[in-house]
């Protein structure tokens, strides 16, 4: 209903649920890669962007940005979370150690 609401288009409940699964393998393929073993510095942000789940709200997106040696960027994971916390930030670094 939503897509239909916003793009003018209707896809079957087979389409988004295929579309979803693309897209979760996308995601999980992203998250269990291996990262460089060496980053010069490593930035962390936050920024709030409207998400629409029941309604509208603005969510904290929270970014870890490593940049290599030879000054490439790489984005090493993100977590979106209502707000912006230290328990987030905690949970988001340990998702790279493991890694």
């Known amino acids: 209903e939503l897509i239909e609401k916003m793009y ?3 896809y079957s409940k087979a389409t988004v649920f ?3 699964k ?3 393998e996308q995601v999980q393929a992203f998250q ?13 942000d936050a920024t709030y962007l409207p998400l629409k789940r029941d309604t509208v709200q603005k969510e904290s997106v929270h970014i870890a940005i ?3 040696p030879d000054g490439t960027k790489e984005v090493l994971n993100y977590q ?4 912006e916390s230290t328990g987030i930030w905690t949970e988001l670094l340990g998702t790279l150690i493991k890694q």
């Open 66 to 68: 490593g940049i290599r």
């Open 32 to 44: 269990q890669r291996r990262l460089a073993s060496q980053y010069a510095p490593i930035f962390l």
């Open 18 to 20: 295929n579309m979803t």
């Open 22 to 24: 693309a897209v979760n």
């Open 80 to 83: 979106v979370a209502p707000t």
């Open 8 to 10: 003018g288009a209707h």
